[in-house]
């Protein structure tokens, strides 16, 4: 079976400070993609990459950057947290036609 | 700009009813349309997709009805059970890398 991890299942932080989210998946895929998922908004895409060092800008990139130097793990960080993305994070990996998806990271910024 | 629109937000049904979800897209280049089905706590999983060139694709008690023209598609959930109570989500995507468009998602609950 693919397993998408994910390092947290609920974090907290404070205002301004800098945040990492780790995923890992076990399946050799190229592409993974990190997602935030609110009430009434769905699944936003944030950034994706096809490859390891490759990037690419999804549809809400404002205040995020990532980082994916192995191909298995695929970062997400947050410069400078602020309220406004207290959220849930889904990452994701793909195969095919398929995207797999890790069990999400809650994080609330205070 | 919400490119795939769904509904409703939510969804109580008798068991053994019919579930029916519905998604309307705009861009006509989207090939490729799954519905993905979330429980609580997990991440969400796709359960069934289907492609332009059929107009339905039934996989147990699930199926997705799609309608070219209309540029539609829905999910119905034939029998529901308390089983499927979950967060159903629909998305499309246009060849190549499949980045999907996500709806806005809809919150089954199937009651005894």
């Known amino acids: 079976d693919v397993k998408v991890t994910q390092s947290s299942r609920y974090l907290v932080k404070r205002t301004g400070e800098k945040v990492f989210l780790e995923c890992v998946q076990d399946?050799?895929?190229?592409?993974m993609f990190w997602y935030r998922q609110d009430p009434g908004l769905g699944l936003r895409l944030i950034y994706f990459?096809?490859?390891?060092?490759?990037?690419e800008k999804g549809d809400i990139p404002e205040g995020y950057s990532v980082s994916r130097e192995k191909k298995e793990r695929f970062s997400l960080i947050l410069e400078s947290a602020s309220t406004n993305q207290t959220s849930m994070y889904l990452c994701?990996?793909?195969?095919?036609?398929?995207?797999?998806f890790g069990p999400g990271t809650r994080l609330t910024v205070l | 700009q919400q490119q795939v629109k769904q509904s409703p937000q939510s969804l109580i049904v008798q068991k053994g009813g019919i579930s029916i979800i519905n998604c309307a897209y705009e861009?006509?280049?989207?090939?490729?349309f799954p519905w993905y089905q979330q429980f609580p706590g997990k991440g969400p999983a796709l359960l069934i997709a289907?492609?332009?060139?059929?107009s339905e694709k039934k996989e147990g008690r699930f199926t997705i009805s799609f309608n070219k023209s209309a540029k539609q598609f829905s999910l119905h959930i034939m029998d529901s059970q308390p089983g499927d109570s979950a967060t159903y989500f629909c998305?499309?995507?246009?060849?190549?890398?499949?980045?999907?468009?996500f709806g806005t998602g809809t919150r089954l609950l199937v009651s005894p």
């Open positions: 998305a499309a995507s246009k060849g190549g890398f499949q980045k999907l468009v």
């Open positions: 399946m050799d895929h190229e592409n």
């Open positions: 990459s096809y490859d390891v060092k490759m990037k």
């Open positions: 289907i492609r332009p060139d059929v």
């Open positions: 861009n006509t280049a989207f090939d490729y």
């Open positions: 994701a990996s793909r195969k095919t036609d398929t995207q797999y």
